[in-house]
């Protein structure tokens, strides 16, 4: 939002859709790939060159329609349809490896699952387990924020429906309380 409200202000003019990229750099958007999502953000000509490069489409490097951000910015339109195309022919692993190697900044779009099983997210010990009193063992998202001398923990469960009703309501009267 940031570059697009930006370019609002600087310009007046009102800002057009174009879906998940980037309103000034392109391509700086998500691509699905045969098995998920990737982001690919080619921030300057040349990394754009190397993708193109990367793709085994060095033409279009060289399209006068393509061949500089702002025409890209123009033009992506065209452009985006035939890098969609593109990815859609290898999976998500298969490009980021291709892309890290190039120095082409990347990354997965990942699903909740998938987010769950990250190695970072495991280390950091985001998932906290606790015991309820009518569910059993269960699962909870815990805080992403950790603080060295005061870190974040689960001191309980959830509440049941209506189990802190009296901890919050002793000092309000009858009248004061909607049911």
Known sequence: MGNVSANHLISGEEATRFGNGHPNIVPYQAFRTRNGYIVVSCGNDRLYQALCTL????????????????QR???????????????LKRETDDWLTELRAT????????????VFKDEQVQARGFVWECEHPTAGMIKLSG??????????????????????????????KDDEIVR
């Open 55 to 70: 793709l085994g489409r060095e033409e279009l490097a060289s399209d006068a329609r393509f061949a500089t951000n702002p």
């Open 73 to 87: 910015v123009r033009n992506r339109h065209e452009l985006i349809p035939i890098l969609q195309e593109l990815f």
């Open 103 to 114: 120095g082409i900044p990347c990354g997965p779009i990942n699903t909740i699952g998938q």
């Open 143 to 172: 805080s992403p924020i950790h603080l060295s001398e005061t870190p974040t923990r689960l001191y309980k469960a959830p509440p049941l429906l209506g189990e802190d009703n009296e901890k919050y309501l002793k000092d309000k």
